[in-house]
């Protein structure tokens, strides 16, 4: 079954909107989450590590303030988009990251969340 | 920083067999990794290198060279559900040994 809970899968909304998107970790508690964003034909670009009980680390050219991640509770984090414009339409994926029950495959992804902002 | 390579696209017809490289440079070079990405969908897990030479699981297979920076996965017996994306990411120990960085992946297309 499904090891990572994704929602929502898809959100449509207005420009300037804030949208919330919540990646839970069904089975074990998980102290890191990944979040990247993929956009049309291309590859998964990482975003920020989340880290539970801690600020989140920011990749390069992420902006922190518009890009704000919470990870609260060891099997919970979010990702909210905050004013979205156009060119935050993207596909949002997270990942949970496991570490020394099985780092032959070290993340396992949620289904992702299709934003599209009009 | 790291750099991933790979082929953009391929196409190859069904029941054949196809390899899609991939080369990279890190300085922290914990482990490879395959997923296979359908469009609109989070990617699956294929395998994993971390050692020198050959892992196989069943249709797939994924090589790895460490000094040579490269690495290929081969899939035999290609089917229509095997047309993908196929992502190389490359896992260094920065970020606490599980970060991944993906290449720009390999669109490959099978074809009757």
């Known amino acids: 079954g499904a090891v990572v809970s994704q929602h929502p899968s898809w959100v449509i909304c207005k420009s300037g909107t804030s949208v919330k998107i919540e990646c839970r970790s069904l089975d074990f508690q998980a102290t890191t989450m990944f979040w990247y964003r993929q956009f049309p034909k291309q590859s998964l670009m990482l975003m920020a590590t989340?880290?539970?009980?801690?600020?989140?680390?920011?990749e390069q050219g992420v902006e922190k303030d518009k890009f704000l991640i919470n990870h609260a509770s060891l099997t919970l984090s979010t990702l909210t988009v905050t004013s979205a414009h156009p060119e935050d339409s993207s596909f949002y994926i997270c990942?949970?990251?496991?570490?020394?029950?099985?780092?032959?495959?070290?993340?396992?992804f949620g289904d992702g969340t299709r934003l599209s902002i009009l | 920083g790291q750099n991933i390579d790979q082929p953009t696209e391929m196409t190859a017809t069904e029941g054949a067999i196809v390899q899609i490289n991939c080369t990279y440079q890190?300085?922290?070079?914990?482990?490879l990794f395959w997923y296979q990405q359908h469009a609109g969908e989070a990617p699956t897990f294929l395998s994993y290198?971390?050692?020198?030479g050959l892992e196989e699981k069943g249709r797939f297979s994924s090589f790895l060279s460490r000094s040579k920076g490269y690495s290929y996965l081969l899939l035999k017996e290609l089917q229509m559900k095997d047309s993908a994306s196929y992502l190389c990411?490359?896992?260094?120990?920065?970020?606490?040994?599980?970060?991944?960085?993906f290449g720009t992946g390999t669109q490959l297309k099978v074809e009757l």
């Open positions: 990942s949970v990251g496991i570490f020394g029950t099985d780092l032959n495959q070290p993340q396992h």
């Open positions: 290198n971390v050692l020198d």
């Open positions: 890190t300085s922290g070079f914990n482990g």
């Open positions: 989340s880290n539970e009980g801690s600020k989140a680390t920011y």
């Open positions: 990411a490359v896992r260094d120990w920065a970020g606490g040994g599980n970060k991944l960085t």
